[in-house]
């Protein structure tokens, strides 16, 4: 299936453009259907719709996002008089080889949030592992590993929690050589208002139990997202047994222990199998305390440790 796995979406901005860089804001509102010709059917994501397109403009094959005007308004109501950054500015600031290009974003014509992204025709992470995918990624997962750590830590150090960390939301190229991550829309800044309970969004089964439970978060829930998607893409497996994909799923994440990795993989490279297993601890203080010092860890191990 390709880019078109999934895209989420957002409202107003934290710091606004970085200085110095060109504003990506549209100063106009888009006639969507009169600049673009749809090339790939629509796939919906939790707030959206994504297409493959053609800008006309300037005849490139880019991505499109339209946001689901009724859906975005309920969720942008939980963060009223916050200030809170649209998706938009988000991921406009987001400049990093690991993480999907922001072109454009704006309002169309009839008031929809919009967003025009790099386009990459491979297959997304969570397509390879649901396919059980071991020719394609074989030798190729601890690069991968790698370059994903590295894109949740520049999202960290740019001052935000992605919140919907999963292999839907990461993007491979048709070789499989290198992936980005994508979907800003459920993302917030990592300050105390938007880290109070209650903002109980994101993938269920990745979800943190501070989430689901309700209590105040920070961006090592990112972390637990992410150990989650790691033990994923090794096994094929979910730490947890899954009897369904809604929220009370999650509510095994801090009350059933999760199948150690070594059950599956017992050839796994023993530091790269622990630090996994410490992301996915169900207290935030058990898990590392950031992204740089997990990135750190994941750096010490061999490259060949993971095929």
């Known amino acids: 299936m390709g880019f078109l796995d999934k895209f989420g979406f957002g409202s107003k901005?934290?710091?606004g453009d970085s200085a110095g860089k060109k504003s990506l804001k549209s100063n106009r509102k888009v006639d969507i259907d009169e600049r673009f010709e749809r090339l790939r059917t629509a796939v919906s994501g939790t707030m959206s719709k994504f297409y493959a397109a053609r800008d006309r403009e300037n005849d490139t094959v880019v991505g499109l996002k339209l946001c689901d005007l009724e859906k975005f308004t309920f969720f942008e109501s939980r963060f009223r008089g916050l200030n809170k950054p649209s998706e938009g500015e988000i991921s406009a600031q987001m400049v990093h080889p690991n993480i999907i290009?922001?072109?454009?974003?704006?309002?169309s014509t009839k008031n929809e949030p919009y967003l025009i992204l790099e386009f990459i025709d491979g297959p997304g992470l969570n397509t390879l592992i649901h396919a059980r995918d071991e020719e394609r990624l074989a030798g190729k997962r601890m690069s991968l590993i790698h370059q994903m750590a590295?894109?949740?830590?520049y999202v960290h150090q740019q001052g935000f929690i992605h919140r919907d960390i999963c292999p839907r939301n990461f993007i491979c190229s048709t070789d499989i050589e290198t992936i980005k991550l994508i979907d800003f829309g459920l993302s917030v800044p990592a300050t105390e208002p938007f880290m109070r309970p209650g903002n109980r969004t994101g993938t269920p089964l990745y979800m943190a139990p501070e989430i689901v439970r309700r209590r105040a978060t920070d961006q090592r829930l990112d972390i637990f997202a992410f150990g989650i998607s790691i033990y994923q893409l090794l096994t094929f497996e979910l730490p947890w047994p899954v009897g369904d994909a809604s929220a009370l799923a999650a509510l095994n994440h801090d009350i059933a222990h999760p199948k150690s990795i070594f059950d599956y993989r017992p050839d796994l490279d023993k530091n790269l199998g622990a630090a996994i297993m410490r992301?996915?601890?169900?207290?935030?203080?058990?898990?590392?305390p950031n992204m740089g010092d997990l990135v750190k860890t994941l750096s010490s191990i061999r490259?060949?440790?993971a095929v």
């Not at 290009?101 to 704006?106: P, Q, V």
């Open 13 to 15: 901005s934290r710091s």
């Open 150 to 153: 590295d894109a949740l830590h």
């Open 279 to 288: 992301c996915i601890r169900a207290s935030p203080q058990d898990r590392f």
């Open 101 to 107: 290009r922001t072109l454009e974003y704006g309002l």
């Open 303 to 305: 490259s060949e440790s």
